[in-house]
């Protein structure tokens, strides 16, 4: 067998603090990191569904007359108000702290 020409990559050399994202479990969910929010005309809806089946992390909720957004897990990416037929949704900056 060959051996290595460079010895093997040791993670023990790697500091405690080079990168904490990623390193430890949070609970950060996508609304925490979100640009952009997906904001629901009531008025506009007619119920089709189209942004409840194209969202990628199925946070669309069904309500009594509208289709609703569940801010905590939409990650902003804008789908829902692309494919919605008639223009019922529309991206809003999100505000700073
Ligand atoms: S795609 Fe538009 S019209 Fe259809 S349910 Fe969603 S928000 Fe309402
Ligand atoms: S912005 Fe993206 S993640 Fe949020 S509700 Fe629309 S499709 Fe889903």
New binding site residues.
């Given amino acids: 067998m060959l051996k290595q020409a460079r010895p093997r990559f040791d993670q023990a050399t790697i500091p405690d603090d080079l990168c904490p994202i990623g390193t430890e479990l949070t609970t950060m969910l996508p609304g925490d990191w979100r640009s952009e929010r ?1 904001v629901v005309n009531r008025d506009k809806c007619v119920k089709c569904a189209t ?1 409840w089946l ?4 199925q ?2 909720v069904e309500m009594p007359a509208w289709f609703d ?1 569940t801010y905590e897990s ?8 692309t494919e919605c037929p008639h223009n019922a949704i529309v991206m809003v900056l999100e505000e700073g702290d």
């Fill in positions: 997906p942004c194209q969202c990628p992390v946070c669309i957004i939409c990650k902003g990416c804008g789908i829902c108000a």
